[in-house]
Every structure is written in structure tokens, then in C-alpha cells.
């Protein structure tokens, strides 16, 4: 623990020199978790929030979708997400959005694409300096080694090419024969007949082969060895933990590296597969052609198969409408020349294993958790307590998808999980999220919880902001998902900021078009002038999209316990409460008297609003920091309410930081000292208030009961 200044009854509010949002060591002395909480060194609260750096970083600078598979061991990924000359501007910006919290995405490709035990060490010199830049401009970053699909060569991201040959894959064959969907990695993915196809790779033949392979190889496919005669699991398992190894010793001891994620989204392949003969439509998208285990192995193999095909639908999903003949020229997936000598070893054994597959099999327990515990006990501290957790691990899933929230069930009125309008969509989406976090704390504890992917595609409703340049329905969705998440106290790394997005192209990258800034609009407004780095360099936000909902304010320290924030971005206005713990080890006061205030305020499980008080890490600091962005502070007055007598705070527009330092608190009968602030500006932003129901046909009802009324009044008037 470390005094900051604002603890010594003297302190002038805001006369630190920093800002609110920098996570900077310097800054915060170190960031850990503790509880639900991520603290800094003096005890306050940081609410972490960022970006995902960046999409772009799935494929390599020297990619050629005309070529592709071709040039595996050749390709480079340096400059991802960006050329270092660049690298200023780009954090620059980052900074004055108040987005100083990165999840910066690694492949394994990008480390180890040259084959197993080869590393990119031109690749690995350029993560340490461009990691090493965040401080300069406040940020820290959480390394996370991405993949979708598996691969590239399985219709995703990740692996390098050499794990599928060295399975025994045919990269040239994997499209044909209907082992993988290809088109979205070289170019394609922008029609509407192939828009969101991808997710269905990890069904397909190779990615599904290569998951199982990974966790249960030695279960699944005992005979499978590769050219150096180890099993297929024990391959791949240490070729994964040796190239994390050699990351971790490029950028672990940099300051900006808060920690690492093991591996994102992965996927059990064909383990827990209730039946070879279908996919649970429940848990695995069926959109394009959909061909069972079993219809993928007889592919593989060279079979032309019937598969199901499955065409977008309403109220469901999708639904299966056709059947397709997939493979018919007979290609095989499998090299004659590979260690299977042309045959689907892990098909052929999961064929005699289906019972065990359902009755004895569990991937967690059987395969993550065992490999969860290599991965950390050689890259984390030796001290953890539980059996399958670290001690210092995050819950960070993903929450991309919006989708309708399904109450009936749980005994909730059947017209409350219909939702109309702008409020209708935040009411919907601060519903899931909720649900996601409470779950989260009720599974794992106490735990921090950050959503690590979110966002919303640009090119929604078929493109049309392209042309008219309006952003409104895009502005609306991403103003619902963030208000859900302030209104669950978690922080968050958006999906995502690509500077090589487009128009035409979008991500590059299975038709996808997430990001909210493109370099190449900015270029186009910035006509080649040199942009200046300050906070206040309203430069920097050319190109950026939708930054009205993606800016905003939020508590980024917090001297105390947040409770709930609320912001309209229609006004800027928002609203901020905060609890004080007066007992544990900051004032010597009962644990048990924190405990009665936490019941009287809420008797249920796990809540959101009700963080746990007792126990919290001793207060070394008094002052609070919120980042008020300049967007909304430009031309206008910053009108701060709500505060108590004896409260002072103050508003740097060059640091974007509101800063409170409350009063002394002279009542002992308190056991928590709540504290509240209100800001507002005056004039207000004066964009159009958010729609519900009631807003967009409360006339024309109205104007209904009013006739209704009429007819019911003139037929007593004519009955009297």
C-alpha cells in the first residue's frame, strides 16, 4: 500500500499530476484485483475500460488472398496492429477517448509460423517496443493470444499452418472436400449469402478435428502420432505452453503487461457431442451447410455426402431448408503422405466411443481444467489456493451478439421481454449483462468481471451508413450496450479499434466490420497534416465513428466502493454514488456493522448495486477521479451537483478529469459514508432523447382512446 497525496488533510484538490484515466505504474503504484475489484496501490477502485488491438492482428501485414494457403511459413505480422512510426498517434487517441485499457491480441501464428520451435524473433522485438510505448500515454495492456476456428487454414485465426499438416490435413483440400470455409480469410464474407457463415467452422471437419486433437488427443485418438513420434496432445500441448513460454519472457516484466489470457474462445470440438449424427442447435449455429460429425468424417474421407442446408429465418434463427451435395469430386481431406497415412484416425475411434463420449466424458473437467493448470503454473504465481483457479484470475467473457432476452421462463409477466426503442434495448441489454455478472460472482466468487469483446457491426442494415453517412441505429445499439454495462459496475475492452478498416473491405477478415475508427477516413479529413498528441487535440478523433456513444464519462478511480453510475448520452448529464467502507482495516471499525448496511440494502444473492463493503483494501487516498471527456466539455459549462458541505472538487479539461475530494466525515454513528455527485452542462448536448413506446405512439393511442371514449359516451348518451 501507498499514501497518495490526497490523504493528507492539506491536499488542494486535483493538484496531482495525473489524470484520471492513467493506469501508468507511476500513477498507480500497480494494479491488482481484489474481491470484484480491480485497486491500485491506495486502495481505490479502477474501473478498467478499452479496446481490443486489434482485429487486424488475425492476419499478417504480407497476406495474399489470391495465394492463400501458399506462404504459410513466410508470412510476417509485423506492424500489427500498427507500424511503430504510427504507434504515437494511435495511443494518443486512445487516451483522449478514455479508452487507456488494451487487450492487445497476439496469434500463435504470429509467434511460431515458420514451424514448431521456430519463433519470429523480429516479431517478438517489435511486441516488446510497441507493449513498451503504452505508459508514455497512460495505457496497460492485458496480452491475449487470439483464435477463432482454430486457424487461418481452418476458416478462422490463430494456429500456424504446420499444427494441421502435422495432424495430417491437406490445406488444399480442406474447402473442397467441405473440411472448412475458406472464402471469409481471402476476401469474402461481405454478401449476404455468406455474411456471419464463419462461426460454423468450428463444426466443420478441421477445426473441430484439431480442438479434439488438442484436449483429448491421447483419449480420442491414441494411435495418432506425429513425424517425431510423440502423440498428437502432447505435440500440440507443448508446442502451445514453449511459444507462450517465449512470449512471456519477450514483454512479462514490462510495466504496461497487466497479465495474460491463455487463449481466446475455445472450442471442445467434438467432446461432449451428445450425438455424431446432429449439433445441439441451441449452443451451436446453424446458418450455410451444416454437416454433422459423421457427415464430415465420410467428406474427409472422400464421400460426396447430402447435408442439411440452413437459410436465416423468423422468429427462429435459421432454419433447415434444403439439403446440398458437399464434395462431389471425392476429394480427400487427408495427406497419403501425412501420419495417417490418408485415414481419419480420430473419425474412425470416435465411431466406437460414442457412449463414452456422453456418459464418461466432460471437457472441463477432463481436459481444460488439467491443461488450465499447466498453463499457469508455469506462467503464474505458484501460490494459488483453488483447484482450478488462479488467485489472481478474471472473468472476462464475451457479449458481441445481442440477442432477445428470454424471461417468460423464469416466471417473469410475458409482455415484460417485449422491449421497444432505444430504452428498450438498454432495459433488454442491462437484463443480459446483469445475468452474465450475477452468474459470473455466484460460479466464481468474487471475482473481477470484465466483458472482454463488445461491440456492434457498422454495416448494419445492409450498409446503409455507408452511403448517408448516418450512424444513428449504430450510435443507439452501442449507447444501449455500454449503458448495460455501467449499469453493472464492469469495465470492458470494445471490439475494436483496426486502423486498417475501410469501407469496401471493412476488418478484412470474415466480412466483418466492428471498428469504430477507420485511418483511411481519417487520412482522407486530415489532407496529410501532422496531428498534435495532447488531450485536448480534437484532431485526433478524424476518422472515429459513433464517438458520442463510444466517449463518455465513467468513474475511473474511485476512493471507495462504486454503486451505480448512469449516464444519458442525449445530455451528457450523468449521475455517480460511491460507498466509503468505515470499517475493516481502513478505520477500525466491526466488519459486522459494514455487513447489516449491505443486508438492509439488499437481502438476495450476489448484486451489482451491492458490492461487498467488508474487507475492502485500506483507503490510502481520498480523491476520486472521473474522466469527462473534452467532446462534451468543449463551448459548454461543466455544472457539478449534488455534493455535501465540506466536498470541494475541481475540472482539468487539459487532463479530462474531474476530480472529488470529500470532507471530513464527522458523524461515527455512520457505518458507510455514501457519496454522490450529479454533473451536468449547461447547454446541454441536445441530441434527441431516447425512444420507447410510450414516446413514439402516445399520440396516436391516445388519439384512439379518445374516439373509443367518444362512441362509448354517445351510445350511454343515446341509451339515457
Partial sequence: PVHH?????AYIVGSTPSYAHDWSQDTTG???THGRHFVDAHGRVCNLRGVNLSGNCKTPINGDHSTFPEGAETVTFVGRPFPLDEAPQHLARLRRWGLTFVRFLITWEAVEHAGPGVYDASYLSYLRVILSLLPQYGLVAVVALHQDVWSRYAGGSGAPAWTLEHVGFDLHALEECG???????CGGGHTEAERG???CGYQKLAASTMATCFWGGDTFAPKLRVRDGRPDQRFLQDAFLDMWEVVVRAVGDLDSV??????????????????LYEFDYNTDLHLGDIPSAFQSFLLGAGHPTNVNHWTRSFPMPTKHTDQKLLNPQGRKAWRQDGPTGGLDLLGANLLGRTALIVAQIDWYTDFYYPFLKRWTERFCPPSWTQEHQPPNMVFAPHWLLPCAHERANQGVNPLKTFHWGHKGARDNFSAQIRSLVEAGYRSLGERPVLIGECGVPMDMNRRAAFKTDDWTWQRRMMDAIITALERAN???????YNPDNDDTRGDNWNGENFSWFSNSRATLRASGLALPLSQDAKELDLGGRILDAVVRPYAAKTAGVPLKFEYEMATGAFAYSWAVPLSGPSSGSSEENTTDWQQQQHAGGPNVHTPPLAGHPQLLARETEIFVPAQLTQGRRLIVEGLREGDTYTYDAARQTLFILPGAQTDESV??????????FDPPVGKELPNDFWGDFAVPVGAVLVVLLAFVAYFFVERV
Fill in 490 to 496: 464492469v469495465g470492458f475492452t470494445l471490439w475494436n
Fill in 5 to 9: 497525496p490526497s490523504a493528507d488533510p
Fill in 671 to 680: 457505518q458507510v459514508n455514501v457519496q454522490k455527485v450529479r454533473v451536468r
Fill in 179 to 185: 473440411a472448412a470455409w475458406l472464402r471469409g480469410v
Fill in 197 to 199: 457463415l464463419w462461426p
Fill in 258 to 275: 497487466l497479465g495474460f489470457e491463455m487463449m481466446n474462445e475455445p472450442h471442445r470440438g467434438y467432446i461432449d457431442l451428445p450425438s
Fill in 30 to 32: 500497480g494494479i491488482r
